[in-house]
């Protein structure tokens, strides 16, 4: 099941947010205000979940929770700049 939703993460990532906010407790305590939670599902919404994923699962700091943030950079970065191709 976590796998299904990973995947639909990387095509849907705004629904997942929307599902993982309203059905879980995924981002309970990761958040001081609800600021970046809102930046981030407007302009980065797949490093969003990621941030929130590596806080959860590996703690902040750790090398495997950068690599993960690193990665959702990269294809948010890669998400947008195919949009502005499309213009």
Do not use: H
């Not at 990387?10 to 599902?19: D, N, Q, T």
């Not at 305590?29 to 590996?58: E, H, K, Q």
């Not at 700091?61 to 990269?74: K, P, Q």
């Amino acid at each position: 099941m976590p796998l299904i939703i990973g995947l639909l993460a990387l095509f849907f990532p705004r629904v997942i947010i929307l599902m993982l906010y309203f059905l879980t407790s995924f981002f309970t305590g990761v958040y001081d205000s609800i600021l970046l939670p809102i930046l981030g599902f407007l302009f980065m919404p797949v490093t969003l979940i990621a941030y929130t994923y590596a806080i959860n699962t590996v703690g902040p700091g750790s090398t495997t929770g950068i690599v993960i943030i690193a990665i959702a950079v990269i294809i948010d970065l890669g998400l947008w700049k195919r949009g502005s191709r499309r213009k």
